[in-house]
């Protein structure tokens, strides 16, 4: 009687430890599968209404519906985006915050200021597209052409005022670069985005912008674009003549755009986050919200990402060295 009774109490006791543990495996799997539980917050490192801050609301917009959670984009401006990325070694790595790339922004400032990041520093989990550089003037001014700029400023160094969304990114690098090859000098006037800059050109209080392709398509017949960078003219602005047709041989890069974590972002997350992110730039609704907005849509994987980070990190330090623009 002793005997089974105690074989009784193991058979319980295995019992109640096996539900117990398959209650608690249970538990840990239902908190897995939750994620993301809570709202997702998404820094642009621009002030809004400029066309990153535009395009990450586009795709936030959709990547939120496949989530299941809201994205709370969250602006952060200063230094062209230093400000911003600058806390990203700080910031939490369980999923729940989620910054903007820029290419060549993240790879440039490094390479020219003390920065508390650099490409490695990011987890990126799309890039969606690639905004050609363009020089606008108003649609008043006497700048009828690309040549005419080239003109003045030959004869006037330094008289012509050009404003960018800041220093170093793809819109400053092709001022710098045509002032190289074509001789001139223009005074740069960098602001907190592209907002802003826009707002200077269209106000009078710069003869001239370095911006990018989407932003001058929505501001319309308000602007007169005299350059667009790329190799070729576009299917989104057919009329417009490249700084290659012009004459300008030089690099003009273009300003492209995506998501990421932070490095070192919790792997669950990471699992949750590259699909639906990837998913959600490959909406036909999606890229057909961004061709309206002006956008010219490059998707890139993570894979594809990082490949981009290293080889262009390459050509933009030559670039910036030939310019003698290197921190020291």
Partial sequence: ???????????????????????????????????????IELMVIFSAGGPTDTEIRILSKYAEKILGQSIAVVNVPGAGGIVGWNTIGQRSKDGYFLTCINMPHILTFPMVRDTKFDYKSFEPLVVCSADPTVWAVRADS???????????????????????????????????????????????????????????????????????????????????????????????????????????????????????????????????????????AHLPEYQTEMKKAGYVLDVMTPEQAKKAFVERSERLKALLQSLGKLKK
Avoid: C
């Fill in 142 to 280: 006497p700048f009828k052409t690309l040549q005419d700029v080239l003109d003045y400023a030959k004869k006037n160094p330094g008289k012509i005022t050009v404003g960018t969304a800041g220093l170093y990114l793809a819109h400053h690098l092709a001022v710098l670069q045509v002032e190289k090859e074509k001789g001139v000098k223009f005074t740069t006037i960098p602001f907190k985005g592209s907002a802003k800059s826009m707002a200077a050109l269209l106000g009078g209080k710069i003869m001239l912008l370095s911006d990018t392709l989407s932003d001058m398509l929505r501001l319309g017949d308000k602007v007169r674009v005299l350059a667009v960078g790329a190799d070729q003219r576009g299917s989104l602005a057919p009329n417009l003549p490249t700084f290659k047709e012009l004459g300008v041989k030089a690099y003009i890069p273009s300003s492209d755009r995506g998501v990421a974590a932070p490095a070192g972002v919790d792997p669950a997350a990471l699992k949750v986050l590259v699909p639906a992110f990837q998913k959600a």
């Fill in 1 to 39: 009687m002793k005997r089974k009774s105690v074989m009784r109490d193991w058979v319980i006791a295995s019992i109640t430890l096996s539900l117990a543990l398959l209650l608690v495996l249970g538990m840990v799997g239902q908190a897995q599968a939750k994620y993301p539980d809570k709202p």
